[in-house]
């Protein structure tokens, strides 16, 4: 096994894959006390070597590893490749190019909703991964003979496994629906979410004006304050306080007080002053400034049965195409469907609408129907 830990090695190592046409990629990380992963470890494989990189080695310079990333006549292949874009693009500064990514691929060929590493592998090679060090800690140093049997088994299988499913792939013609999802990963918002727009990620319970802008105010400081000391959004403050911070508005240290998390000591420090003065901030928005929820196209609640009606359609039609259903169509698509014939939805443009879309279309009018036969429900095309 090669662990490289020194930059001369890394940048002789990354020389070398530069020179192929694919290289596999993974990382070890942590991330559960800090707001960025820790990188601790990168895994690197082609045909004839794989490669960890310590990541936490005394003096190393990754520059090397970042100009690999960078280099878009290499294809990197991940799987699962979310976690890993958001690593190294804090690495980079940008998004490493092109990519590929094995979970979407296996979706796209068949093997289910979002397709474990592990069971892609036995599915295509038969080969059983030991994965004890799944939860190792993985900036501890040194790093035992298993953890890195376990790390580069990530890199060595993948080879296989993307070969594999590049056959299956160009066999179906559907290179292009890969290329569609791989491309909803290179939006760097993804990443590196503007504080201001973070408060859209939560539950909100409420869309009056005030409530609003107090809760953008206060969830854009926290977002701020997590990075500035790196670490996790709730070591600041908890979703369900940023919640109650909004409802209530608090604007004097004796009513924050009697917020919770705060007492009066914590109320009347730093973390006190702050929430007060971003709270001051929402109030003062005008009405017509505050942030609001967005509108729902079509308030008007789906008709059940033919809700349940597209529901069978998509389990009938993903089986069919061997595509994860997932991939085709969510709820709120169907939802969309039931109510609209030209509904603004995924699942109604492109080769979704070749394989799903038109055919719920079709269905809602009566134009094609199911039916049982030997105990399954199939298709019945007019």
């Not at 973390?271 to 109030?283: A, C, M």
């Not at 879309?357 to 007019?382: P, W």
């Amino acid at each position: 096994m090669t662990i490289i830990s020194d930059t001369e090695a890394l940048a002789a190592v990354c020389a070398e894959f530069a020179s192929e046409d694919f290289v596999t990629i993974d990382t070890e990380f942590m991330r559960e006390k800090t707001y960025y992963p820790q990188l601790c470890l990168v895994q690197l494989g082609n045909d004839d070597k794989a490669v960890a990189i310590d990541t936490l080695a005394s003096g190393i310079d990754l520059a090397p590893l970042v100009a690999l990333l960078k280099d878009r006549k290499v294809l990197k292949v991940f799987h699962a490749a979310r976690q890993d874009l958001e690593i190294f693009y804090h690495l980079c500064g940008e998004l490493p190019a092109p990519v590929f990514d094995t979970q979407i691929a296996a979706m796209v060929c068949g093997f289910g909703d979002q397709v474990s590493y592990d069971k892609l592998v036995q599915s295509l090679t038969g080969t059983r991964l030991d994965k004890s060090s799944r939860f190792a800690d993985w900036s501890h140093r040194p790093l035992s003979e298993k953890q890195l049997g376990y790390a580069l088994a990530d890199v060595t299988h993948l080879r296989k496994v993307y070969r594999k499913l590049v056959q299956k792939i160009e066999s179906t013609g559907r290179q292009d629906w890969i290329e569609d999802e791989v491309a909803k990963m290179a939006d760097p918002e993804l990443y590196d979410p503007d504080p201001e727009t973070v408060w859209q990620r939560l539950k909100v319970r409420s869309g009056k004006p005030k409530f609003l802008a107090v809760l953008q105010q206060v969830a854009a400081y926290r977002e701020r304050e997590a990075r500035q000391r790196d670490v996790p959004r709730n070591r600041i403050l908890r979703d369900d306080v940023l919640m109650d911070l909004a409802a209530h508005a608090p604007t004097t240290p004796e009513e924050l007080a009697r917020t919770r998390t705060f007492n009066a000591q914590t109320a009347n420090g730093r973390l006190g002053r702050d929430i007060l003065s971003v709270i001051e901030k929402g109030l003062a928005i005008p009405p017509e400034q505050c942030p609001t929820l967005p509108e729902k196209e079509n308030k008007r609640e789906a008709p059940g049965p033919i809700v349940e009606l597209l529901k069978v359609l998509l389990k009938i039609r993903s089986e069919e195409e061997k595509v994860a259903a997932r991939l085709i169509a969510n709820a709120s698509d169907i939802e969309a469907i039931a109510l609209d014939d030209d509904a603004d939805v995924p699942a109604l443009k492109g080769w979704r609408r070749e394989i799903f879309g038109g055919d719920a279309v079709n269905l809602k009018h009566g134009r094609i129907g199911l039916t049982a036969d030997d105990g399954r429900i199939k298709l019945m095309r007019f």
